[in-house]
């Protein structure tokens, strides 16, 4: 008596994949696969790519992996940093090939795991032939293991605002924490404050603003030069929106804030921000962000990303929390592997680094810009 035969489905079959370099400025595949990936955000866009490009100009090694048939089945942007001189930023501060610098989100995406593994993989060959470090900042938290070389470090957490496919159906927490956000941004148009797209006439007073929170917070600002290539990228290949509140009317008007938002995938990443902080009392930044996330969700956008929170840092976290967000914790990916806590991109917490942090409260704001130029020509 023969014994029935199982049905069972074929095993898929192997797809042979190939990774080469190419330039995503030019390569339209590019744009097309980070449009439609699911973890794909503004910082994989060439745009961003080109950004980045203008504000330092270092060499990239974007690579795009493809299967026989000639279809992107992954992409991976790659830009290598000069690294601080004597190792003073601690030795995450040496020479690497990242994803991306300055950049808080830019790993790699891929259609499945064999894509991804296959550009982690040019990525370490790459980075050893270097002879500098392989730095990685993926979206997902799944690449854990594809190649054994790389080694994954927990990092800070970014908080998500799922946005509903029904824009009439937005709301910012429970009924309660929802009312309380809106009367705050009624608060601010009460006492005259106005949300409006801003230009490039308005960044010189908007830069002084950034520079202060930069100050506040203890880290270094990114030149003047950045957010003027993103404008005009804003306005040439709607990399995003500069979005200004002002206060008061006719000459006496003035930028009391603003924020820069980077889009053209599912999320909208709150980017920089500036706020003159006399003026906090009259929510300026709660308006710039009630503006801001209405419009993505009626743009059809999926997510609102508002960013990392560096650890220990209650009040931030407790700011983007009221916003119904939810935390979502990241990793890192280096090669060689690092076995360190890391608190901030390039640098990790030594005695001398929380010193240097602590003086830097006490610069004057042209300092601060000229010495964040000079940081991030490294970094």
Same mark, same amino acid.
């Given at each position: 008596m023969s014994t029935p035969r199982l049905d069972r489905p074929p095993p898929a079959p192997v797809r042979r994949l190939t990774v080469r370099e190419v330039d995503p400025t030019t390569d339209r595949r590019w744009d097309a696969f980070v449009a439609v990936d699911p973890h794909g955000m503004a910082f994989h866009r060439s745009a961003w790519i080109r950004v980045l490009a203008r504000e330092y100009d270092q060499p990239g090694t974007h690579l795009l992996c493809e299967d026989d048939q000639g279809r992107v089945t992954g992409v991976l942007p790659l830009v290598r940093t000069r690294g601080v001189p004597f190792?003073?930023?601690?030795?995450?501060?040496?020479?690497?090939l990242s994803s991306l610098p300055r950049t808080p989100l830019a790993g790699p995406l891929?259609?499945?795991?064999? =894509?991804a593994a296959a550009l982690l993989r040019a990525a370490v060959d790459r980075a050893r032939a270097d002879g500098v470090r392989l730095q990685l900042k993926p979206v997902a938290d799944d690449l854990d293991?594809?190649?054994?070389?790389?080694?994954?470090?927990?990092? @800070?957490?970014? &908080?998500?605002?799922?946005? !509903?496919?029904d824009p009439t159906a937005l709301r910012f927490g429970n009924p309660r924490h929802h009312g309380r956000i809106r009367r705050m941004v009624h608060k601010a148009e009460r006492e005259g404050v106005r949300v409006r797209a801003g230009t490039l006439a308005d960044l010189d007073a908007w830069y002084l603003l950034?520079?202060?929170?930069?100050?506040?917070?203890?880290? !270094?600002?990114? !030149?003047?030069?950045?957010?003027?290539?993103?404008?005009?990228?804003?306005?040439?290949? =709607?990399?995003?929106?500069?979005?200004?509140?002002?206060?008061?009317?006719? =000459?006496?008007?003035?930028?009391?804030?603003?924020?820069?938002?980077?889009?053209?995938? @599912?999320?909208?990443? &709150?980017?920089?921000t500036g706020l003159d902080r006399t003026t906090v009392m009259l929510r300026p930044v709660d308006a710039l962000l009630w503006d801001a996330i209405h419009h993505a969700c009626a743009e059809g956008?999926?997510?609102?990303?508002?960013?990392?929170?560096?650890?220990?840092?209650?009040?931030?976290?407790a700011f983007k929390l009221k916003w119904g967000s939810h935390p979502e914790p990241l990793r890192r990916l280096y090669w060689p592997p690092v076995h360190v806590d890391v608190d901030a991109e390039g640098d990790d917490p030594t005695r001398r680094s929380r010193l240097s942090r602590a003086a830097w409260q006490h610069l004057p704001l042209r300092a601060t810009a000229a010495a964040g130029r000079l940081a991030y020509h490294f970094l």
């Open positions: 190792r003073l930023a601690g030795h995450l501060g040496a020479a690497r891929a259609d499945g795991p064999d =894509a293991g594809l190649v054994p070389e790389l080694g994954g470090v927990d990092w @800070r957490r970014t &908080y998500v605002i799922d946005l !509903p496919e950034y520079l202060d929170a930069m100050r506040l917070h203890r880290l !270094p600002a990114r !030149p003047k030069r950045l957010f003027a290539t993103m404008i005009h990228a804003n306005d040439a290949e =709607a990399l995003g929106s500069f979005t200004v509140a002002e206060l008061g009317t006719g =000459a006496g008007r003035r930028i009391v804030a603003g924020v820069f938002h980077l889009t053209g995938t @599912r999320t909208c990443s &709150y980017a920089f956008l999926r997510r609102y990303d508002l960013g990392e929170v560096p650890a220990g840092d209650t009040s931030l976290a």
